[in-house]
């Protein structure tokens, strides 16, 4: 493929800009300064470097992001900024066009932190996010109010909310504390967490989530970090990759 293709599909602007960024010598591959826009390079495994920043070439982007509390998943957010924003400038421009760069798969809440995955495969998003996949995703929720066997049992067993008849309900919910509920949900419907705890008559206080399938939100990516997920890790969620 040739260089400034190669620039142009990972999201370094257009076809003139990443001509630009080669001829005036801000490109290297494998430690050579390049400035031939049109040599080639074999892309599997290819790493290159503009302006002093590595960039893994990668086909289709899959990565996770660790939200902070404040931010909208949104591109054009209202109030609060964008997740977008935390994430670098190739990812948001990769694939160019009107619907270029990665999207969310599936939204949090502004006041809610952690997983979020991002993609620029359409098939993978909506794989991810069909309730008809049942990709299962885990919440951490903090109470307002001590949270009792009963209501447990109400969210397990469905509750009705307020734009559907269709009970919705926890495909798993562990009391984890006297206020700690670690509830598993397989769909994704609007605020469908703090919408279910207060029909069983509790309110949510803080709201993360910890898993979204085989993918583990740790300790090693801090709020506000994303990384690529490993193509173990993507093929992991393709294949269900539920627990
Ligand atoms: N449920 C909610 O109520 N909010 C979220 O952000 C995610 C799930």
């Not at 598993?184 to 910890?210: D, F, W």
Request: contains cysteine.
């Amino acid at each position: 493929m040739y260089l400034q293709d190669i620039l142009f599909s990972q999201g370094f602007g257009t076809r003139r800009v990443c001509a630009g960024l080669i001829q005036q010598g801000f490109v290297t591959v494998g430690g050579v300064t390049q400035s031939d826009t049109h040599a080639e390079f074999d892309t599997d495994g290819l790493t290159f470097v503009v302006q002093g920043g590595a960039w893994p070439f990668r086909e289709r982007a899959y990565l996770m992001l660790h939200k902070p509390a404040g931010y909208e998943c949104s591109q054009k957010p209202g109030m609060y900024p964008s997740i977008y924003t935390l994430l670098p400038g190739p990812l948001r421009m990769r694939g160019g066009g009107a619907a270029a760069g990665v999207q969310a798969v599936g939204r949090l809440d502004q006041d809610t932190t952690g997983l979020l995955l991002l993609s620029d495969d359409g098939k993978f998003i909506h794989r991810m996010s069909s309730p008809r996949h049942h990709v299962p995703k885990v919440y951490e929720v903090t109470t307002k109010h001590p949270i009792d066997e009963q209501q447990v049992a109400r969210l397990l067993a469905g509750v009705v909310l307020d734009d559907s008849p269709v009970a919705v309900r926890a495909a798993k919910a562990v009391l984890a504390g006297p206020c700690h509920l670690q509830m598993t949900l397989t769909e994704g419907k609007y605020h469908q967490v703090k919408r279910m705890l207060a029909a069983v008559g509790n309110r949510v206080e803080r709201l993360h989530r910890s898993r979204i399938g085989s993918i583990e939100l740790n300790t090693e990516l801090p709020e506000r970090a994303w990384r690529w997920l490993t193509p173990d890790e993507v093929a992991g969620l393709q294949g269900g990759g539920s627990r």
